[in-house]
């Protein structure tokens, strides 16, 4: 079994490029049904977030599961033949890697964000719901998030940690002199726009609006940080009076369009209005930011934002990382195992229907056993065969990942007459089903 990872991040790709591979929890399952129409992909897990899209795959070749992947992603993408250029590849032990960095945020655009560890567990789920996910990549993702959770434990590399949010409302403070007496508006009711008017909030903004299409949601975070919700077709008529506007919703389309940008900017009369973009896809049209009067950051921008307590959590990053390499070592020693699992579990099942059949015939010559004597005989037919397997079992277990792996499976398959697949199978084919009947 071989794992790989093909995707594009904050560092490989602009935001115009990443929205474009931004993909709703729809579209994702949709597409994860349809994994059997990709030939040499096995179990496929899809991260999707406003930093990264990234497909984890476990795969038969490396080469032919590269060919397949690219053709997913275009599909899902609806067209997506120009991404090679911002594209990145991880094979085998750098995709475990990989992956436990990303579940830990260390490979996130804010050091010790806690917000992608979620992220990797939804995507997980997702798969998994979609009947998407192989024995492999189910344990491959359960240590990603166990590492996740250890390194948020063992280290405080989230302490101070700065978030998107609290990033872009420290850039509209500073470009503000301070939000005290201000008032600020808030597309959109989930959990970025929530931790935004937290934020907003603690820097001393006095009112904030929530829009949103489902007025039930913003009334909801309205009265969770004492705001006022309001219709999101009246949402434009609020721009014209308040100083900072935050968009974070979910649309596929712009929730601000530029002439609609211009027409709040001539009833402001002037007055300078802070416009900060967090959505993937983009929420505000690019065009926006030429509009005289408007100061418009998009995501992306959000990352020159000083950070004062960024030296303290990389000290922790050096902590984590350790903790990243031994969950690594940890996991390639249990991948050198599960190749033999099928093969073992064969084995122990074809001794356990050999001891339920002596035993049954033995019974039957003695139908005066009393209960407890049967139990006897029983438990020590179990043991005579656990002490029988165990040599044979420990010296399979230490070939593991060895040179001698091949030989130990054929000469186990033979001894023990364990030809699952019949004997027309090659030596060859008979190793690759044992290896790979885990699947």
Same mark, same amino acid.
């Given at each position: 079994?071989?794992?790989?990872?093909?995707?594009?991040?904050?560092?490989?790709?602009?935001?115009?490029?990443?929205?474009?591979?931004?993909?709703?929890?729809? !579209?994702?399952?949709?597409?994860?049904?349809?994994?059997?129409?990709?030939?040499?992909?096995?179990?496929?897990?899809?991260?999707?977030?406003?930093?990264?899209?990234?497909?984890?795959?476990?795969?038969?070749? #490396?080469?032919?599961?590269?060919?397949?992947?690219?053709?997913?992603?275009?599909?899902?993408? @609806?067209?997506?033949?120009?991404?090679?250029?911002?594209?990145?590849?991880?094979?085998?032990?750098?995709?475990?890697?990989? *992956?436990?960095?990303?579940?830990?945020?260390?490979?996130?655009?804010?050091?010790?964000?806690?917000?992608?560890?979620? @992220?990797?567990?939804?995507?997980?789920?997702?798969?998994?719901?979609?009947?998407?996910?192989?024995?492999?990549?189910?344990?491959?993702?359960?240590?990603?998030?166990?590492?996740?959770?250890?390194?948020?434990?063992?280290?405080?590399? /989230?302490?101070?940690?700065?978030?998107?949010?609290?990033?872009?409302?420290?850039?509209?403070?500073?470009?503000?002199?301070?939000?005290?007496?201000?008032?600020?508006? &808030?597309?959109?009711?989930?959990?970025?726009?929530?931790?935004?008017? $937290? #934020?907003?909030?603690?820097?001393?903004? $006095?009112?904030?609006?929530?829009?949103?299409?489902? &007025?039930?949601?913003?009334?909801?975070?309205? $009265?969770?940080?004492?705001?006022?919700?309001?219709?999101?077709?009246?949402?434009?008529?609020?721009?014209?009076?308040?100083?900072?506007?935050?968009?974070?919703?979910?649309?596929?389309?712009?929730?601000?369009?530029?002439? !609609?940008?211009?027409?709040?900017?001539?009833?402001?009369?002037?007055?300078?209005?802070?416009l900060i973009d967090i959505a993937v896809p983009r929420d505000?049209?690019?065009?926006?930011?030429?509009?005289?009067?408007?100061?418009?950051?998009?995501?992306? /921008?959000?990352?020159?934002?000083?950070?004062?307590?960024?030296?303290?959590?990389?000290?922790?990053?050096? +902590?984590? =990382?350790?903790?990243?390499? =031994?969950?690594?070592?940890?996991? *390639?020693?249990?991948?050198?195992?599960?190749?033999?699992?099928?093969?073992?579990?064969?084995?122990?099942?074809?001794? =356990?229907? &050999?001891?339920?059949?002596?035993?049954?015939?033995?019974?039957? +010559?003695?139908?005066?056993?009393?209960?407890?004597?049967?139990?006897?005989? =029983?438990?020590m037919s179990r043991m005579i065969v656990r002490k029988i397997?165990?040599?044979?079992?420990? +010296?399979?277990?230490?070939?593991?990942?060895?040179?001698?792996?091949?030989?130990?499976?054929?000469?186990?398959?033979?001894?023990?007459?364990?030809?699952?697949?019949? $004997?027309?199978?090659?030596?060859?084919?008979? #190793?690759?089903?044992?290896?790979? /009947?885990? +699947?």
């Amino acid at each position: 079994m071989q794992l790989l990872i093909l995707g594009l991040n904050h560092r490989t790709a602009p935001i115009d490029v990443r929205e474009r591979v931004s993909f709703s929890r729809e !579209e994702l399952r949709s597409g994860l049904m349809s994994l059997g129409e990709y030939d040499g992909l096995s179990g496929l897990v899809v991260l999707s977030t406003c930093n990264r899209t990234e497909l984890y795959a476990s795969v038969d070749d #490396h080469e032919c599961g590269a060919q397949a992947l690219r053709q997913f992603l275009n599909d899902l993408a @609806q067209g997506g033949d120009d991404l090679d250029e911002y594209l990145y590849t991880y094979v085998d032990d750098e995709a475990i890697r990989h *992956l436990f960095r990303v579940a830990s945020s260390l490979d996130s655009l804010v050091l010790g964000e806690g917000q992608i560890l979620s @992220q990797v567990k939804e995507a997980y789920a997702i798969a998994r719901e979609a009947g998407a996910t192989s024995t492999v990549l189910n344990l491959l993702f359960h240590r990603a998030i166990a590492t996740g959770k250890r390194v948020r434990t063992e280290t405080r590399i /989230a302490y101070r940690s700065v978030s998107v949010s609290y990033a872009a409302v420290e850039l509209a403070a500073a470009s503000l002199g301070g939000l005290g007496g201000c008032s600020g508006l &808030i597309f959109g009711a989930g959990k970025m726009a929530e931790l935004t008017a $937290e #934020h907003l909030r603690s820097h001393g903004i $006095e009112t904030i609006f929530v829009a949103n299409r489902h &007025i039930e949601r913003a009334e909801r975070l309205a $009265e969770r940080i004492g705001g006022e919700a309001i219709p999101f077709d009246r949402a434009l008529d609020y721009m014209t009076c308040v100083d900072v506007v935050v968009t974070s919703t979910g649309a596929p389309h712009y929730v601000i369009k530029a002439w !609609e940008a211009r027409r709040v900017m001539a009833r402001r009369q002037g007055r300078k209005l802070f416009l900060i973009d967090i959505a993937v896809p983009r929420d505000v049209d690019p065009e926006v930011a030429g509009i005289k009067g408007i100061e418009l950051y998009n995501i992306d /921008a959000l990352e020159a934002v000083v950070d004062e307590h960024l030296s303290e959590r990389q000290a922790e990053a050096v +902590k984590a =990382e350790k903790i990243v390499n =031994e969950e690594v070592a940890s996991l *390639l020693e249990r991948f050198k195992y599960l190749s033999f699992q099928p093969l073992m579990a064969l084995l122990s099942g074809r001794c =356990e229907r &050999i001891r339920e059949r002596e035993l049954k015939r033995v019974s039957a +010559k003695l139908p005066d056993l009393s209960e407890e004597e049967r139990r006897q005989v =029983e438990h020590m037919s179990r043991m005579i065969v656990r002490k029988i397997l165990r040599t044979p079992m420990m +010296k399979i277990r230490a070939s593991a990942g060895t040179k001698d792996e091949a030989f130990y499976i054929e000469a186990m398959r033979a001894l023990f007459k364990l030809d699952a697949i019949g $004997e027309t199978g090659t030596s060859e084919q008979r #190793h690759n089903h044992y290896r790979y /009947a885990g +699947k």
